[in-house]
Each structure stands twice: as C-alpha cells, then as structure tokens.
C-alpha cells in the first residue's frame, strides 16, 4: 500500500482538501500535505490554529478492505502518530481523548477524524496537526512544540517522511488479505 501525495502551499483546511480529492478522482490511499492551513479544524467544530513550519497532513483511505472496526482503527491512527513523534521525543507521550497527544501535561498534537462516502465506498480522513517549530497560546490549555523539547531544529521533510512510512507500513497489515 502506498499514500499518494498531494502537496499544497497553502489550503483551507487539509481534511476539506481530502473530501474535495476523494469526491473528484479515484484514489483510495492519499496524503494532503499543506504548508499552511488558513481554517484548520479540530474537535467539535474548534478552530485549529495553524502556524507556518508547524505540521499540517490529511491521511485518507478507503475502508472497504481493513478487517477492524472504526474504534480501533481510531486507537491505531493515534499510536501511529505518537510512534513518530516518539523518534525524536523519547519520553512518554500521553493521549487525551478524543483526539490530543500531550507531552509533560501540553498539547502537541491534535487529530481530526471525519468519514466521507462515495458510492458504496467509506473513506476514513485522518486530519493531523503537529507543533514543530511553535506552539500556540490556547487560553487554559497549556500547548508546546517538538523543537522546544528537543532543543533542535526537526525537518519537517524528513517527519512527513517517516509518518507515511509508518501510516503505510502499519495499515498494510490491517488490510483483509483477498482470496
């Protein structure tokens, strides 16, 4: 299984651009990176603060051929993502539901799950948002970003690098074998 990449300067929100793409051509595996996002979402129809340099990736794909039910895969998406960050951060990284990973009681992540049909096809679109390079302030809600705890520089090239090939080769295994 292989993401096809769809790379963008700059987009509403990488999850609309998802639904837009699914609902035009016929991929059922896909990758929406944006440089900027000027109306990113989160959870509950919350504004997802987009900052240049930081993360911004919709993953989508087809659930017509995965052999596990939409609760796990959920739990799945969310250690993919906590596995990536874990190659530079090497302490613990906690969940929050539904849709947080936070590390020393901070967000740094946040994910948006949203389901698109088309025809007799459900697509899962796994929205992304990463803190790289800066955090936003969010009042009573303390957030930060990976170079602050690592005290280095993170390619943003190189993560969205290993993030696909994690999201590639953990869903390959899900996928129902055909006979």
Known sequence: MRFKVFRFNKVR?????????????NHDFG?????LQINGRGQY???????????????????KNFKISLNKLTKIN????????????????YFK????LLIQKKKICGILQEKVNKFNNTYLIVGIGINLIKSPFIKNYPTTHLNELVNKNI?????????????ENN???LIKKRV
Do not use: H
């Open 45 to 63: 129809g919350k504004k997802w603060i987009s900052y240049k340099g930081n993360l911004f990736v919709s993953f989508f794909y087809n659930l």
């Open 78 to 93: 969310s250690l993919m993502v906590k596995k990536c960050i874990s190659q530079y951060y090497k302490k613990k990284i």
């Open 31 to 35: 990758m929406i990176l944006s440089n």
């Open 171 to 173: 869903l390959k295994k």
């Open 155 to 167: 390619s943003k090239k190189k993560f969205e690098l290993k993030l696909k090939k994690i999201f």
């Open 97 to 100: 539901k539904p849709n947080d």
């Open 13 to 25: 929100s990488t999850n609309n651009t998802a639904i837009r793409i699914i609902k035009r051509y």
